[in-house]
């Protein structure tokens, strides 16, 4: 299992209107994808309240005999809006379907060949995670960001993934723990905590900050944490005192990078710049020059 600094992955559907407040949230979870059923019941309905309609759902579906589907769900945390671990009703793919077959939707179809697709990638990928990192790669130059911004994006995953391996071998709890480590890091490497970092980027809370860090974010995030795991290993450290500690000093290295790039450059390394001009990046890439290539000797 992959872990971003957020503990449930969202995605966007492709026959969505891609609003990125429209994600459907999902966790994995004895060895399966579980949904939130709220966010499939607002992207199939566009409903202005999910929740309300599930929930009327829910009792049509008791007075017509079909509870079974609403008893499959279980409660799962998930970041919700305020950018809190809530729990919230979610279902395996399965029980999504027949859920499916209770909402008069023309994106019921296309909901279901996704669903089917989402299934057979994750088993793929499970035995060859190059191939996580290659729909990751692709679905990012969809999305219009560069190449550079890809690669620094690509290596930060890699480098969180080998910490959260560290932190849940050496006693964190995934959840507050791994939140309050993560905050450690942020806010010694760039004197703010990750809901502040957000703050500056205008985003609500439940969106990604690191799809809204620029390449040079990216690259102290990355510094941070893979130092962190260097420290964690090189001290054998255990439990969550022990782990913040090293967060700390880790933190602390990479924010002397930090300044030491301001001082050389300066300009501030946190900035405003968010996902919505990040993804303009790419087209300005492949745009040809205005006025072509100078000619020799011109």
């Known amino acids: 299992m992959s872990h971003d600094e957020d503990t449930s992955a969202s ?3 492709p026959f969505d209107d891609g609003r990125v407040d429209r994600a459907i949230r999902r966790v994995w979870h004895d060895n399966t994808w579980f949904f939130s059923v709220v966010d499939v019941v607002g992207v199939l309905t566009d409903s202005p309240n999910p929740r309300n309609y599930w929930s009327m759902l829910k009792r049509w579906m008791a ?3 079909a509870s079974e589907t609403y008893t499959a769900c279980v409660q ?4 919700a809006a305020d950018g809190k671990q809530r729990l919230t009703d979610a279902a395996d793919a399965e029980t999504i379907l027949r859920l499916v077959q209770s909402i008069p939707s023309p994106k019921a179809e296309p909901f279901k060949r996704w669903l089917a697709r989402v299934g057979t990638e994750r088993l793929r990928e499970m035995e060859d995670p190059a191939l996580a990192a290659d729909r990751l790669r692709k679905e990012y130059e969809r999305m219009g960001y560069s190449a550079e911004w890809i690669r620094a994006r690509l290596e930060n995953v890699v480098v969180r993934d080998d910490l959260t391996i560290e932190w849940q071998e050496r006693g964190a709890a995934e959840g507050r723990e ?10 010694g490497t760039f004197d703010l905590t990750t809901a502040e970092h957000k703050t500056v980027k205008g985003l609500k809370p439940r969106l990604n900050l690191r799809d809204s860090m620029t390449t040079l ?3 102290l995030t990355s510094l941070a ?3 962190a795991t260097a420290i964690h290993q090189a001290h054998d450290s255990q439990g969550f005192g022990e782990l913040r500690r090293d967060a700390h000093e880790a933190g602390a290295i990479a924010g002397s990078a930090r300044r030491d790039i301001e001082a050389a450059t300066g300009d501030p390394v946190v900035s405003p710049t968010n996902y919505q001009q990040l993804r303009t990046e790419r087209q300005r890439e492949l745009q040809p020059p205005l006025f072509g290539a100078p000619a020799d000797g011109g």
């Open 11 to 13: 995605i966007t559907l």
């Open 63 to 65: 007075y017509e005999g």
């Open 76 to 79: 799962l945390k998930m970041e």
């Open 178 to 187: 791994f939140a309050l480590l993560t905050d450690t890091l942020s806010k």
């Open 217 to 219: 974010e990216l690259v």
């Open 225 to 227: 944490e893979a130092t």
